[in-house]
């Protein structure tokens, strides 16, 4: 194999095999330490349930990581494929260092809010703590606008957006986890497609963990992501969408509208999201207090089963990233 198809297939099966054969451990853990989701209102399981998907994703992820950079650093590689990924990693080193950070720390915030059940304006405050720390690393949405000010702002709502929209589809088995496998599948095509071999090596370590995970969560769950894991898994996507260059004016064959790119492939979430913050203002509510009016909710009461329901939003996922391709 060449590089970079040898770094694309080392990342998936390292992240995935190592999600794979840690979550088992990570789910003992939980359990001796009561890292649990009980049984309770609008829950659908009767027995508690480990929060162990978020500790193993990333431990598929930092594995790989670090046994990377320790291949690089050691020379293991075949020349060519060291000199390229030395080259990129100085270059994006810091953006690459604000992401591992910027997941370890949302792990932690929706660790912490697994423990102790944050109030809503805490976790808000460390999302946009985290999002802002980000911004300042370099990874910013610009949409074409030469404000620093202004790329800050829309970076930060689009990093705080896309966090609440996943972290609101964690309401079935294999929803998030599967919605995440669709983005970062279609992020990883479109990198790899434009020679942006970073970015999709990072969207291929996301994709293989979260297949990793998949097995204990769908269609019955043994595990949950809980909090930690839909942080890290919706941080990781929202950032993967701002990284790749989906259109740049030193490559003028490519489509502008190509920048609307991260919209569809996120399209299905970012739906749930309006609709659901739609129904509760308009009755009133806080639309930060959960009900049964998720897309998801509503495929079941309109006669589908659980399992039809996230079948049906996979689906439509991957059918609105497919859209991309006329970009």
């Known amino acids: 194999m ?10 998936f099966t390292g992240a995935f095999l190592v999600t794979l054969l840690t979550l088992p451990l990570w789910r003992a853990w939980c359990e001796r330490h009561g890292l649990l989701d009980d049984p309770g209102h609008r829950k659908i399981h009767h027995k508690p349930v480990p929060l162990a998907g978020g500790l193993a994703v990333f431990s598929g992820m930092a594995v790989v990581v670090l046994g990377a950079l320790v291949f690089v650093k050691l020379q293991l590689l075949n020349p060519e494929a060291v000199d390229k990924l030395s080259y990129g990693l100085g270059r994006r080193a810091p953006e690459l260092a604000a992401i591992l950070l910027g997941a370890l720390a949302m ?33 910013r949405v610009t949409l074409f606008v030469p404000s620093l000010v202004f790329s800050y702002l829309v970076t930060v709502l689009w990093i705080l957006t896309v966090t609440n929209a996943l972290n609101f589809n964690d309401n079935m088995n294999g929803l998030c986890g599967g919605l995440g496998v669709v983005a970062a599948g279609w992020m990883a095509f479109h990198s790899a497609r434009e020679g942006q071999y970073l970015v999709a090596s990072v969207a291929l370590l996301v994709l293989g963990s979260l297949l990793g995970f998949l097995p204990f969560n769908f269609p019955r769950a043994s595990v949950f992501l809980g909090d930690a894991g839909s942080h890290l898994v919706v941080f990781l996507l929202a950032v993967l969408a701002i990284l790749p260059h989906f259109y740049s004016a030193r490559q003028p064959d490519l489509n502008r509208w190509a920048v609307l790119s991260p919209l569809l492939i996120l399209a299905v979430p970012l739906a749930d999201l309006a609709s659901v913050v739609w129904i509760r203002t308009r009755h009133r509510r806080p639309f930060w207090i959960g009900d049964t009016n998720h897309f998801s909710h509503r495929l079941v009461r309109a006669g589908l089963t659980r399992l039809q329901a996230v079948l049906v939003l996979w689906l439509a996922a991957a059918l609105a990233g497919a859209v991309t391709l006329v970009f």
């Not at 660790?111 to 304006?121: C, F, S, T, V």
């Open 2 to 11: 060449t590089f970079p198809f040898n770094a694309y297939v080392l990342a």
């Open 107 to 139: 792990l932690l915030l929706g660790w912490w809010d697994d423990r102790h059940e944050l109030k809503p304006a805490v976790k808000f405050a460390g999302q946009c703590l985290i999002a802002l720390a980000v911004a300042a690393a370099g990874i």
